[in-house]
């Protein structure tokens, strides 16, 4: 895994998903570039990029997570982490990578929640296959959002301690 660059073909990443594929050719190294989010890339023996995710920082008014989240925590708006895309292309899509990928991210997500702490990780699903992928790691959909699925601070932390 490695930071997004310009010289990274990016153009040329096709996942099955258009929304996926335009965010890493259109926007990703500009919102890296003015410090919004993140991209890492994964290079496959070609050059070309395998798969990328990005992650981002934002908050969340404690109304819109689930009381069992925020019963002791002030009512005012939260820190979370925000995985905002995910995409493997196609030419590697069903061997894996797609679970590895989403495991960096979060060991990411984990590690930087260390310096700067946050409730949750945050994420919206494109669509109901990429919502079942992400409940198969405990992300549950936000009250009166079901495409926003979140994983709670200490549900990752028991995560990454349960892969070490």
Same mark, same amino acid.
């Given at each position: 895994?490695e930071?997004?660059?310009?010289?990274?073909?990016?153009?040329?990443?096709?996942?099955?998903?258009s929304?996926?594929?335009e965010?890493?050719a259109?926007?990703a190294l500009?919102?890296?570039?003015?410090?919004?989010?993140?991209?890492?890339v994964?290079l496959?023996?070609?050059?070309?990029?395998?798969?990328?995710?990005?992650?981002?920082?934002?908050?969340?008014?404690?109304?819109?997570?689930?009381?069992?989240?925020t019963?002791?925590?002030?009512?005012?708006?939260?820190p979370?982490? %925000? #995985?905002?895309? &995910?995409?493997v =292309?196609?030419?590697?899509?069903k @061997?894996?990578?797609?679970?590895r990928?989403l495991?960096?991210a979060?060991?990411?997500?984990?590690?930087?929640g260390?310096?700067?702490p946050?409730?949750?990780? %945050? #994420?919206?699903? &494109?669509?109901? =296959?990429?919502?079942?992928f992400? @409940?198969?790691?405990?992300?549950?959909?936000l009250p009166?959002?079901?495409?926003?699925?979140?994983l709670?601070?200490?549900?990752?932390?028991a995560l990454m301690?349960?892969?070490?």
């Amino acid at each position: 895994m490695e930071a997004l660059r310009r010289e990274h073909p990016r153009s040329g990443f096709r996942s099955g998903e258009s929304r996926v594929d335009e965010w890493l050719a259109t926007k990703a190294l500009q919102h890296q570039s003015k410090r919004l989010s993140t991209t890492r890339v994964l290079l496959d023996a070609a050059d070309n990029i395998a798969s990328y995710y990005t992650l981002a920082t934002g908050q969340v008014d404690f109304t819109e997570l689930p009381h069992e989240l925020t019963h002791n925590l002030p009512k005012r708006v939260l820190p979370v982490a %925000i #995985l905002a895309w &995910l995409g493997v =292309s196609v030419g590697h899509q069903k @061997q894996g990578l797609g679970k590895r990928l989403l495991a960096q991210a979060l060991r990411d997500c984990y590690e930087a929640g260390q310096v700067f702490p946050f409730v949750a990780v %945050i #994420l919206d699903c &494109l669509n109901n =296959s990429a919502k079942a992928f992400y @409940q198969q790691w405990d992300f549950q959909p936000l009250p009166g959002h079901p495409n926003r699925l979140h994983l709670s601070a200490g549900n990752l932390t028991a995560l990454m301690k349960s892969d070490s």
